[in-house]
Antibody, heavy 125, light 107 residues
Framework: QVQLVQSGAEVKKPGASVKVSCKAS????????IHWVRQAPGQGLEWMAI????????TYAQKFQGRVTMTRDTSTSTVYMELSSLTSDDTAVYYC??????????????????WGKGTTVTVSS | DIQMTQSPSSLSASVGDRVTITCRAS??????LNWYQQKPGKAPNLLIY???GLQSGVPSRFSGSGSGSYFTLTISSLQPEDFATYYC?????????FGQGTKLEIK
């Protein structure tokens, strides 16, 4: 079945970087974009970035520009999200999600149909 | 950037009730609107895509409607497993923003 398996929890000090992985299985890796979404404790969902695994094109939310980098390894069907210059505000659960699509009435609609279980990143001195 | 605003932020209801959650976009987004359900400690789960499309495996008591800048999610008869937080999300343009969430609690 279609799955996204994320790497384990991380604890980092302020100023450090963290790299979270998301391994896809059960479908053709290059066909679907991958999103990263985070959720701070007790807060809502925040969209961070999207990557096209086949073309390695990325789009980042303005808030994270210059601090986030998404990469992929097609040999292992894995997408990586690296966030640098961490502060306590980056403490959150980080999710990857597949960007599915459907065509209706000549338009293509996008939605996140499969999610990883999340990776908890804690930033603390 | 497109802002998404949900109402109410929280809602108390009973099993069997009919419940409607609204989501407004700061500009027209056609039907590029999705709804997700999230339970504590779990990843979000897709319910509705493109405003009214029911995701496979989602019970038919969930329905979505709307277009342009006003959307609704309706649960026709609440079941115990429906008590959760619900989010709308626009996929019209990046950044793909979410609403702030609506927490549905048991009355």
């Amino acid at each position: 079945q279609v799955q996204l398996v994320q790497s384990g929890a991380e604890v980092k000090k302020p100023g450090a970087s963290v790299k979270v992985s998301c391994k896809a299985s059960g479908y053709t890796f290059s066909t679907y974009y991958i999103h990263w979404v985070r959720q701070a404790p007790g807060q809502g969902l925040e969209w961070m970035a999207i990557i096209n695994p086949s073309a390695v094109t990325t789009t980042y939310a303005q808030k994270f520009q210059g601090r986030v980098t998404m990469t992929r390894d097609t040999s292992t069907s894995t997408v990586y999200m690296e966030l640098s210059s961490l502060t306590s505000d980056d403490t959150a659960v980080y999710y990857c999600a597949r960007d599915a699509f459907m065509v209706r009435g000549g338009r293509t609609y996008y939605y996140m149909d499969v999610w990883g279980k999340g990776t908890t990143v804690t930033v603390s001195s | 950037d497109i802002q998404m605003t949900q109402s109410p932020s929280s809602l108390s209801a009973s099993v069997g009730d009919r419940v409607t959650i609204t989501c407004r976009a700061s500009q027209s987004i056609s039907s590029y609107l999705n709804w997700y359900q999230q339970k504590p400690g779990k990843a979000p789960n897709l319910l509705i895509y493109s405003a009214s499309g029911l995701q496979s495996g989602v019970p038919s008591r969930f329905s979505g409607s709307g277009s342009g800048s006003y959307f609704t999610l309706t649960i026709s008869s609440l079941q115990p497993e429906d008590f959760a937080t619900y989010y709308c999300q626009q996929s019209y343009s990046t950044p793909y923003s979410f609403g702030q969430g609506t927490k549905l609690e048991i009355k």
